[in-house]
Nanobody, 117 residues
Framework: QMQLVENGGGSVQTGGSLKLSCAVT????????LGWYRQAPGKEREFVAA??????????VYADSVRDRFTISRAHAENILYLQITSLRPDDTAIYYC????????WGRGTQVPVSS
């Protein structure tokens, strides 16, 4: 059974950094792109970043709003997806979700990142 579990969220001040992780268990394929989404209070979920599945090649993409500050990566042998977040701003406050297989695929339960000014 596929399971995604996020960790690494927590309160942080403006300008700070965090590294989120997402442990993926279950069988994966190259068509299962890995990604991060977020949902800010009172707003809809939005795409953050995505890259190819474990052990697979392809393009890494970012939302324009995070391109220069966020880095998505993965540890193939451990089946862990990461999101390094730097230069955090209050508008980055959100619940961050990892996904596999796109928005219609599998989702984790999310990890909260409140950013204080």
């Amino acid at each position: 059974q596929m399971q995604l579990v996020e960790n690494g969220g927590g309160s942080v001040q403006t300008g700070g950094s965090l590294k989120l992780s997402c442990a993926v268990t279950g069988r994966t394929t190259c068509t299962d792109r890995l990604g991060w989404y977020r949902q800010a209070p009172g707003k809809e979920r939005e795409f953050v970043a995505a890259l190819p599945g474990f052990w697979c090649s392809g393009a890494t993409v970012y939302a324009d709003s995070v391109r220069d500050r966020f880095t998505i990566s993965r540890a193939h042998a451990e089946n862990i997806l990461y999101l390094q977040i730097t230069s955090l701003r209050p508008d980055d406050t959100a619940i961050y979700y990892c996904t596999m297989g796109g928005p219609s695929g599998y989702w984790g339960r999310g990890t909260q990142v409140p950013v204080s000014s």
